[in-house]
């Protein structure tokens, strides 16, 4: 996922019973259905996502990428 950007991640079939991610300040997790969650990123950087199912659970590297270069913007006002 990359810096203020969001990822839809669809999950197996099995609902989950909670998520946590160990780093807020790079990644939020949000549960959208019992089988989706929302990834956001906020800053660059690595965190853990764990993912809580019935008798199980699951860890995960959430990795944020940095916004990427752009060109400069375009000029308002046409040279003369």
């Known amino acids: 996922v990359t810096v203020d ?5 669809n999950l ?6 909670k998520i946590a ?3 807020p300040s790079i990644a939020d997790v ?5 089988t989706q969650i929302l990834l956001s990123g906020k800053q660059a950087g690595t965190t853990s996502l764990m993912v809580f199912y019935p008798g ?5 590297d ?7 270069v752009t060109t400069p913007r375009a000029r308002l006002v046409p040279s003369e």
Not at 30 to 34: G, W
Not at 62 to 68: K, N, Q, Y
Request: proline share 16%; hydrophobic share 40%; aromatic share 6%.
């Open 62 to 68: 959430v990795v944020v990428h940095p916004l990427p």
């Open 30 to 34: 949000y549960v959208v259905t019992p």
């Open 21 to 23: 991610v160990t780093n």
């Open 12 to 17: 197996p079939a099995t609902p989950i019973t």
């Open 56 to 60: 199980r659970t699951e860890n995960f």
């Open 5 to 9: 950007k969001a990822e839809l991640v």
